[in-house]
């Protein structure tokens, strides 16, 4: 199914992962912002692998409503995940990617779509404002300030996956076969014409935060390891600075030892060395485990991916007349 020229079908693709307590406030909204817009729209929610009653309230909204379509994973496969499964089911000529939980607000859409008429391919959300932790704030900021120096696409600073893409580059993202997922940088890397609209992020409506600490930093590391190789070239930095170092340390330790000069009460003959010989072998030691765990995080995401392991399992889909091709 795709629209026609004059009513375009929007689709808009939403991964939930126990968003119960969201969805009753989700539908009504999303649908009246929806039903302003000149598009015939369908939406695609991405069940996670929910436990508590999210499949059943998605399954009754299809009931309801045949534009409700849900696709259901065997478990929770993450966020980035349900967002590419998504945008592999969508039929619309534009796809925008949302939160469940009105973060994102919908009445943005309209204007995502005015911009995409304008002939934008990419249209992405920006965060001027955050109503979050003073904690959670600064990390984001950080984390985003610096994949933007090491990484090896512009990939535009405080745009999380709130956006609307074209159809054209919802192919680039579905043909991308990569296991480690990070949305944002792909659509960064995909091209064609790009446009931010800033926005005022809203606290979340209901529930609680299905992104603790440990999912956040995997996602922030995906997104480093995926797009920037800058980190390996960190040992080779390190490497010839210690290197550098040394050089200077042995003319110094020469010169003492031949001028036989005193340094702090010392002379080179009765030198302690214990001090010095401490600290050299701890540094050198944090320094070269450091690289290793650096080359264990491509190490680690080069094995997932040459194991070509589907990166997620449908169990159920409800209201696709037939499974799309090459979906995993
Ligand atoms: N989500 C998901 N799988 C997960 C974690 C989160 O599909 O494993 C969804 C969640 O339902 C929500 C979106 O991803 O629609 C963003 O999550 P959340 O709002 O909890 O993250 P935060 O905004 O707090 O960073
Ligand atoms: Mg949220």
Redesign the pocket.
């Known amino acids: 199914m795709s629209g026609s020229p004059e009513k375009p079908l929007l689709s808009v693709v939403?991964?939930?992962?126990?968003?119960e307590s969201?969805l009753p406030i989700l539908r009504p909204r999303l649908t009246q912002a929806l039903d302003r817009l000149p598009v015939a729209w369908e939406l695609i929610f991405?069940d996670?692998?929910s436990t508590d009653r999210t499949p059943e309230l998605l399954a009754t909204l299809h009931r309801e409503d045949p534009r409700v379509k849900v696709v259901s994973f065997s478990r929770?496969?993450?966020?980035q995940a349900?967002?590419s499964a998504g945008l592999c089911y969508a039929a619309g000529d534009a796809v925008a990617i949302l939160?469940?939980?009105l973060?994102d607000p919908p009445e943005l859409l309209g204007d995502c779509l005015e911009r995409w008429r304008q002939g934008y391919e990419v249209v992405f959300a920006v965060r001027q404002k955050r109503k979050?932790g003073l904690f959670?704030r600064a990390a984001y900021g950080f984390f985003y300030r610096l994949l933007q120096r090491v990484a090896d696409v512009e990939i535009p600073l405080d745009s999380g996956d709130f956006c609307l893409l074209d159809r054209r580059v919802v192919e680039v993202l579905r043909r991308m076969p990569e296991r480690n997922i990070f949305v944002r940088g792909m659509r960064a890397w995909a091209g064609f014409r790009q446009i931010g609209i800033p926005y005022e992020r809203d606290a979340?409506a209901a529930g609680?935060?299905?992104?603790p600490f440990r999912?956040?930093l995997r996602l922030a590391l995906d997104g480093v390891f995926a797009f920037s190789t800058a980190p390996l070239r960190l040992a080779t930095w390190f490497g010839l600075s210690i290197v550098g170092l040394c050089v200077l340390v042995v003319v110094l330790v020469l010169v003492w030892r031949l001028c036989g000069l005193e340094f702090m009460g010392h002379t080179a003959q009765d030198i302690p060395g214990w001090a010095a010989g401490i600290i050299s072998v701890f540094f050198l030691g944090g320094v070269q485990l450091l690289i290793l765990g650096i080359l264990g995080e491509y190490l680690a995401r080069i094995y997932a991916e040459v194991k070509l392991r589907p990166r997620w399992v449908v169990s159920r889909a409800l209201g696709f007349a037939r499974p799309p091709e090459q979906v995993e």
Request: include cysteine; aromatic fraction near 10%; charge should be negative.
């Open positions: 939403i991964p939930c992962f126990n968003e969201v991405v996670d692998g929770n496969f993450g966020h349900a967002v939160d469940a939980d973060q979050e959670k979340r609680s935060t299905k992104y999912k956040l």
